[in-house]
Nanobody, 126 residues
Framework: QVQLVESGGDSVQAGGSLRLSCVYS????????MGWIRQPHGKDREDVAR???????FYEDSMFGRVTISRDNAKKIMYLQMNNLKPEDTGMYYC????????????????????WGTGTQVTISS
């Protein structure tokens, strides 16, 4: 059973930084593509970033250049370092995972991943 628990959400001013954490339990770490997806209030989910079984990060336009995704398989924690935050970054941030061959993120739909955490709220004030 895969379990994902996010933390690190907070209320900060624009220009600030936050680091989100996702503690995960998966049977074989290298077999999972993992990612961060956000959902602004009243809007659709947006893909932010993913990391494959080899630890390679992939970034979407939504926060490109302002975030870094990483995972520590020994500690079983995935991180999302977010810098230069903007009010439009406000929303619920979810950690998600999907089992795939070799943990590839190719072909993985961010909005249809197999396992999800309950989210952590990020609020950015101007």
């Amino acid at each position: 059973q895969v379990q994902l628990v996010e933390s690190g959400g907070d209320s900060v001013q624009a220009g600030g930084s936050l680091r989100l954490s996702c503690v995960y339990s998966v049977p074989t770490l290298s077999d999972y593509c993992m990612g961060w997806i956000r959902q602004p209030h009243g809007k659709d989910r947006e893909d932010v970033a993913r990391v494959d079984g080899r630890g390679r990060g992939f970034y979407e336009d939504s926060m490109f250049g302002r975030v870094t995704i990483s995972r520590d398989n020994a500690k079983k924690i995935m991180y999302l370092q977010m810098n230069n935050l903007k009010p439009e970054d406000t929303g619920m941030y979810y950690c998600a995972a999907e089992k795939s061959p070799g943990g590839t993120c190719n072909g993985v739909r961010y909005d249809n991943m197999d396992f999800w955490g309950t989210g952590t709220q990020v609020t950015i004030s101007s």
